[in-house]
């Protein structure tokens, strides 16, 4: 069964296509915002700007066309409201020109069916970290159980935010990555870890804070050990209560090798496997809507129009998931 994903949450449109086989297609555009954070009204209009395009190039990169589509999945949440009507609007207007069904997905549910179906993972506890969400998921009697999570902001939020502090545009992330990658040397800061949740707010305080007084290279390599310890200090925790041998990371701040490194090196001394998704399936992407759509399809879930609508606070442990992982 082949399925066109749409992906319009935050900063990126993103378009995949897939079947049971093969990833047919993954292709995005992100809106790049000239100063500060994402602007919600610029980022859906940038969405909306580029939709035609990327569905046209997403289909060039298959043998078959649009017609040929079994179903149109999109993110329905959760997410910034104005980028999410975006992929609704969307998606409705493929399945009544296609005559093919709708499905609405959850985003985060995406990121993890994604990272199972593009590693070795099984059924693991995941570490999913974006910059809106934070959370430690594991599936247990038919339900992702969020298990631990972030008190206040997420950790890739964190990132971007001090970031454009030190001065460096959005996505943050790989800027401090960089920069940290300078020097060996910590400082010492809070260590923002309380039972399996975890929070970045303070942190990210304490280190603007010190902006002035201590080398960039030295503040972002201090916050990555941190915050990077205290989410997989949190997973080990999960891990341990869930008797879990697998762990899979996932989202945005997925693609950074010291937090690879790290999971690596906890799971390997609880004698238990590390996965992580290529960097193109960890980043926000089309072809994880496609999939999560594929799946929920094969196992006869379909979203009428009345219940179409975007959901922006939309949490995974919601969902009840009635489909194999
Ligand atoms: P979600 O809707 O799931 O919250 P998102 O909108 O944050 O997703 P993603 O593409 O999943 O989008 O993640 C983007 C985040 O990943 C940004 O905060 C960015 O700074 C961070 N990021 C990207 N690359 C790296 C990296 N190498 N190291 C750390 N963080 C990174
Ligand atoms: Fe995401």
Redo the contacts with the bound molecule.
């Keep these: 069964m082949k399925v066109l994903g749409i992906e319009s949450?935050?900063?990126?449109l993103g378009i995949g296509i897939v079947d049971e086989e093969e990833i047919h297609a993954n292709v995005k555009s992100m809106f790049e915002p000239e100063e500060g954070g994402i602007h919600p009204r610029k980022a859906s209009e940038h969405h909306y700007q580029h939709a035609l395009e990327k569905i046209n190039e997403a289909e060039a990169k298959t043998d078959f066309q649009l017609e040929d589509l079994d179903a149109i999945a999109f993110s329905q949440g959760?997410?910034i409201p104005q980028c999410l009507d975006v992929g609704a609007v969307l998606a409705r207007t493929l399945s009544k020109k296609y005559e093919i069904p709708l499905i609405g997905v959850n985003?985060?549910l995406a990121?993890i069916s994604i990272g199972i179906r593009t590693t070795e993972a099984e059924n693991p506890t995941t570490l999913?970290?974006?910059?809106?969400?934070s959370q430690i998921l594991d599936l247990r009697s038919g339900r992702y159980r969020v298990v631990g999570e972030t008190l206040d902001i997420?950790?890739?939020?964190a990132?971007?935010k001090l970031?454009r502090k030190l001065g460096y545009p959005?996505?943050?992330?790989?800027e401090?990555?960089r920069l940290a990658e300078e020097t060996d040397e910590i400082i010492e800061m809070s260590y923002p870890i309380k039972g399996m949740d975890f929070s970045f707010s303070g942190l990210t305080t304490e280190a603007e804070r010190k902006i002035d007084q201590v080398d960039d290279e030295v503040l972002t390599n201090s916050f990555q050990e941190h915050a990077y310890s205290a989410a997989v200090e949190a997973l080990e925790r999960a891990m341990a209560q869930e008797e879990s041998t697998e762990a899979l990371l996932t989202?945005?701040?997925a693609?950074?090798?010291r937090?690879r490194e790290m999971v690596e090196l906890m799971c390997e001394q609880r004698d238990a496997e590390a996965y992580f998704p290529p960097h193109e399936f960890?980043?926000?992407n089309g072809a994880m809507i496609a999939h999560q759509g594929l799946i929920e399809l094969k196992a006869g879930r379909q979203t009428s129009i009345e219940n179409s609508s975007k959901k922006p606070n939309w949490r995974p442990d919601q969902v009840e998931v009635e489909w194999g992982i």
């Design positions: 949450t935050a900063h990126t959760p997410g985003h985060c990121h999913y970290i974006s910059g809106g969400n997420a950790l890739g939020n990132l971007d970031a959005h996505p943050g992330g790989p401090i990555e989202g945005g701040v693609m950074n090798s937090l960890c980043m926000d």
